[in-house]
């Protein structure tokens, strides 16, 4: 992250962390301001950073993918649940080639299914998975007999 910049930043950094700067416009009060907003500053930084983001892989925990699509990209998470929330194992996304742009979202969806299926195959060879998408996507998948077409390639 880098520093605040403006004065409305810092603001909102300073709420976020759970400091309010209150009123504070007097000039010689500027100093402090100042100070107790880099303050605000490094402490929302050390709450990021202590935050644990990533986890790993554990086998008997159930793998769960997410996939998301838009116009121009993919992605897709392998998550599986830690004490009720879920934490990511795996992030895999990439941008569109100038073909695949035109793809229907239901196709993008189940390309950023098969990214994440090829990058984490390792992981996830021989379990059952839960997939996390639009409906349309998966009674697509499930209706198709095999990946014909554009997403056989």
Do not use: C
């Not at 605040?4 to 010689?28: F, Q, W, Y």
């Not at 402490?43 to 116009?71: C, D, S, W």
């Not at 599986?80 to 979202?105: C, W």
């Amino acid at each position: 992250m880098s520093k605040p910049e403006n004065r409305s930043r810092i603001r909102d950094l300073a709420v976020a962390v759970g400091d309010d700067l209150g009123g504070v416009e007097e000039p010689a009060e500027a100093d402090l301001r100042w100070i107790r907003a880099h303050k605000s500053f490094a402490k929302l930084k050390e709450k990021v950073a202590a935050t644990p983001i990533l986890r790993h892989f554990q086998p008997e925990l159930q793998p769960v993918v997410v996939v998301y699509a838009n116009g121009w990209a993919i992605s897709a998470a392998l998550m599986q649940e830690h004490d009720a929330v879920f934490h990511p194992v795996m992030f895999a996304s990439r941008t569109l080639k100038s073909n695949e742009v035109n793809y229907g979202i239901v196709e993008k969806e189940v390309l950023a299914l098969l990214r994440v299926l090829d990058l984490g195959h390792n992981l996830l060879v021989g379990r059952e998975i839960k997939v996390l998408a639009r409906y349309s996507t998966l009674a697509w998948l499930f209706r198709s007999p095999g990946l014909q077409g554009r997403l056989g390639q």
